[in-house]
């Protein structure tokens, strides 16, 4: 276990924004895993388990503690199409992997940032499909009894973009092998808006084709990174899609000035608004700037940095996007983002 001092943490995130961690380890194995744990609890050192750095917005203060970088790496696969996937694989490198063995359940979840561990915690999503789908056991560390457990989907407590993992037990488990179950020889999932338009009515593409038009699509919205490219300098969406009553969804409608505000059904009756649109119809376009932070010119949902900002930048322009939709649509918005070292 070999520990680095003062390592600067933004060029491990993909907003490149943030000071240094106090401390840094990057393990390779579970014991390694359990191993920091236990040196961070005997020198009472705050710990963050760091994946990609995808969904995370640093303090320019950085991290006081012990950060702990998941290097765990390999793929077991099974004929029947269950794959167990270390923590610290590239989540979109193991999707190509599972298209090119003509297994169906991961294609429109192509071109996410970030590692295999990453996705449980916030239930990735796009385009149609969630892990929560195929996810069938998370291999963790539960830092509370220092033991290795598997937890089943349904503990894993799955819903938008959100499990156990980031709500009720916050800190608790650190992920180390994923379990997905795909469709061998399965068809591809074409439900979204976009990938219906993409394909023309009645086809049905192969997983390959769906993993090139889904990538096509990100990278039209900057939702790809690509390197020096500024408007994917970014935590991907910065905002969740409110799920409100349908009588907030009126009251909103009320304040459109005309337009039909965008929602799609979501449990107990309730309706999910487009965080887009709120952030749009608020005066805040495509391409607004404010100083080395702005909003993406390809999605008003990204908040980008533009070359040198700094994390208060970031918060500064995610607070005026909150207050512009609070005082237009009385919504709260809710950022997507992990934000570390602000306490
Ligand atoms: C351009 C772009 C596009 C994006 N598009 C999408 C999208 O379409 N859908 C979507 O859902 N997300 C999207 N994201 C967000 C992000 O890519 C995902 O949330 C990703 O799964 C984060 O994984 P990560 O490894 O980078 O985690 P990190 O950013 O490193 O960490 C995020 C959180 O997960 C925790 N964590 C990470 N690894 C582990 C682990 N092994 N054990 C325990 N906790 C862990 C961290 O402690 C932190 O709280 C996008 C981001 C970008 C930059």
């Excluded at 680095?4 to 943030?18: D, Q, R």
């Amino acid at each position: 276990m070999q520990i680095e001092e003062n390592i600067p943490l933004a060029p491990l995130t993909t907003f490149k924004v943030g000071g240094n961690a106090r401390y840094l380890v990057e393990a390779r194995a579970a014991d390694d895993v359990l191993a920091t744990v236990e040196y961070a609890r005997s020198n009472q050192l705050p710990l963050f388990v760091l994946g990609g750095g995808s969904n995370l917005v640093v303090s320019d203060t950085g991290w006081p503690g012990m950060v702990l970088k998941i290097g765990i790496r390999g793929v077991e696969e099974r004929s029947d199409g269950v794959f167990e996937v270390g923590a610290g694989e590239d989540w979109d490198s193991f999707v190509a992997l599972t298209v090119n063995r003509n297994c169906a359940g991961v294609e429109t979840l192509s071109g996410i940032p970030g590692t295999v561990g990453g996705t449980p915690v916030q239930n990735v999503g796009a385009y149609g499909q969630e892990v929560s789908e195929t996810i069938t056991s998370v291999h963790v560390l539960d830092t509370a009894t220092r033991q290795f457990k598997d937890l089943s989907n349904a503990e894993c407590g799955f819903a938008y973009r959100t499990s156990i993992f980031n709500s009720t037990e916050r800190g608790r488990y650190i992920v180390l092998r994923v379990t997905y179950a795909l469709r061998p020889g399965g068809a591809a999932k074409i439900a979204y808006a976009d990938l219906k338009k993409y394909f023309p009515e009645g086809t049905q593409p192969t997983l390959q084709q769906v993993r090139d038009a889904v990538r096509e699509i990100r990278l039209s919205k900057a939702m790809l990174i690509v390197p020096n490219d500024d408007d994917c300098r970014s935590a991907g969406s910065f905002f969740k899609n409110p799920i409100v009553d349908t009588s907030i969804y009126e009251d909103v409608a009320a304040h459109a000035n005309g337009s039909v505000p965008p929602k799609y059904p979501a449990s107990d009756g309730k309706v999910k608004l487009s965080a887009a649109w709120l952030v749009e119809q608020s005066g805040f376009a495509k391409g607004y700037t404010r100083g080395a932070v702005g909003i993406s010119r390809r999605h008003s949902l990204a908040i980008v940095n533009r070359g040198g900002a700094a994390a208060a930048d970031i918060i500064a322009l995610k607070e005026e996007v909150q207050k512009g939709v609070h005082e237009k649509f009385g919504i709260e918005l809710s950022p997507e983002p992990v934000f570390i070292g602000f306490e």
